[in-house]
């Protein structure tokens, strides 16, 4: 309790969005006629791989469109020099928006979930993400320890047994 205090004075404190509240409707009632409680928020959830990722590509994408009703503009009004510079800015927020749509679940692990604040971001993010994408987190985890290769071999029996050995590839 004293943590959750703790928690919400100081996001108070510093501006941060502490909890929130929804509005409570007084004629909701649930199909069992048990009123619903208004849900509270931290603002400490974890979002999801895909969630993160289109979080990123709609903030990229937003201001690509931003800059290109500004040329338009400053073309219009016959202001050339002006509209050259943002045409430089246009293609970097164009390269951005690229490489927000090739970003990787081992992106969403080293970028977002690595600086999460919450205790639990591991958990709550697993609980979120689909098969591929743990598989994608397993092979990024296995490159990065240097175990990215299995080689099958014959035993004594008559199964086979997969032996991972280290290498670069």
């Known amino acids: 309790m004293i943590k959750i205090c703790f928690l919400f004075i100081f996001g108070f404190l510093t501006g941060a969005a502490g909890p929130t509240v929804r509005p409570y409707r007084a004629n909701t009632v649930a199909q069992n006629n048990v009123i619903p409680q208004p849900k509270v928020t931290t603002g400490l959830e974890v979002k999801s791989f895909r969630e993160w990722k289109s979080e990123k590509i709609d903030k990229v994408g937003e201001r690509v469109l931003v800059i290109k009703e500004q040329i338009k503009s400053l073309k219009s009004q016959g202001k050339d ?12 927020e164009d390269w951005n928006l690229d490489v927000a749509k090739d970003l990787t679940v081992a992106d969403y ?18 609980s979120k993400m689909s098969v591929s994408e743990v598989a994608d987190l397993l092979e990024a985890y296995a490159k990065a320890i240097g175990v990215n290769r299995i080689e099958p071999q014959q035993n004594q029996g008559l199964s086979k047994t997969a032996t991972i050995k280290p290498g670069y590839n």
């Not at 020099?81 to 970097?92: A, C, I």
């Open 81 to 92: 020099d002006q509209s050259k510079n943002l045409t430089k800015d246009l293609t970097q």
């Open 109 to 126: 692990f080293v970028l977002y979930l690595s600086q999460h604040p919450s205790e639990r971001r591991f958990q709550e993010a697993a």
